[in-house]
């Protein structure tokens, strides 16, 4: 199901691309959920706690503009899509920094909005799109299983290391790294080779005896007792994955 985020701090506005957003998902048959946020920082709060796959924002709102808004759920979520809707043309070129999918002026053409949203749902791929929650010292962080390269256990914390080469660490964990990493080995994708490491079998380059080798120079550590087991596993993961193509 398509989660949807429309902001704009016009009531009328919104109401209006509301109404197109909900006759374009229902003329293609899309399910989903459409939320409205009158203030961009209730949406920003919003965030922090629910992702959403495709977000229509105005871009002259009171205390955060919309460009504002695009950069913090660009540091949450890289893939999700972004549709700007404004009266003032003068923002184009900075709203490139949110990478949005297109930049429409109102009034809003409704046909043109229609093939910016089918468009941006094209380009989603909602059932790989497992997300979940790890609380850090800056607060809650929404995970895409997608982008998580792997994962380490040290000093009671989980450090995340991530496709684009940023790291994100947990705060302590209450309870087992087992408990912890539940999320990820429930997806086909993830496999623990070592006590204290998980990884995305997506993201291997190679594998020995002792070792995967990940992409980007990464290495996760093969504990020597299980090597025929995580080799199975792996192999059987290789050619699932060859007979889907």
């Known amino acids: 199901m398509l989660n949807i985020a429309l902001c704009d701090d016009e009531p009328n506005q919104l109401a209006l691309i509301a109404l197109y957003t909900s006759e374009c998902m229902q003329s293609n048959q899309y399910e989903c959920t459409i939320r409205q946020f009158l203030h961009p920082d209730e949406l920003l709060r919003t965030c922090e706690k629910q992702r959403f796959h495709l977000y229509v924002l ?48 109102k009034p809003i053409d409704k046909q043109q909005f229609f093939k910016t949203l089918t468009l941006a749902i094209s380009k989603l791929d909602v059932q790989r799109e497992s997300t979940f929650l790890v609380k850090t010292h800056e607060g809650m962080r929404i995970l895409r299983l997608s982008e998580v390269v792997y994962c380490e256990y040290t000093s009671h914390t989980v450090i995340y290391t991530l496709v684009d080469a940023k790291i994100v660490t947990t705060c302590i964990l209450k309870g087992t790294f087992a408990q912890h990493i539940t999320p990820l080995l429930q997806d086909k994708r993830f496999l623990r080779p070592h006590t204290s490491y998980v990884l995305n079998m997506d993201y291997v380059e190679s594998f020995g005896k002792n070792k995967f080798t990940l992409r980007n120079g990464y290495t996760v550590p093969i504990v020597a007792k299980q090597y025929s087991v995580v080799r199975d596993i792996y192999m059987d993961y290789l050619l699932a994955k060859e007979s889907s193509r």
């Open 58 to 105: 105005d871009i002259v709102m009171p205390l955060v503009n919309g460009i504002e808004v695009g950069k913090a759920i660009r540091k949450l979520d890289r893939e999700a899509q972004i549709i700007y809707a404004t009266t003032e043309p003068g923002f184009a070129l900075q709203s490139f920094v949110a990478n949005p999918i297109n930049y429409l002026l």
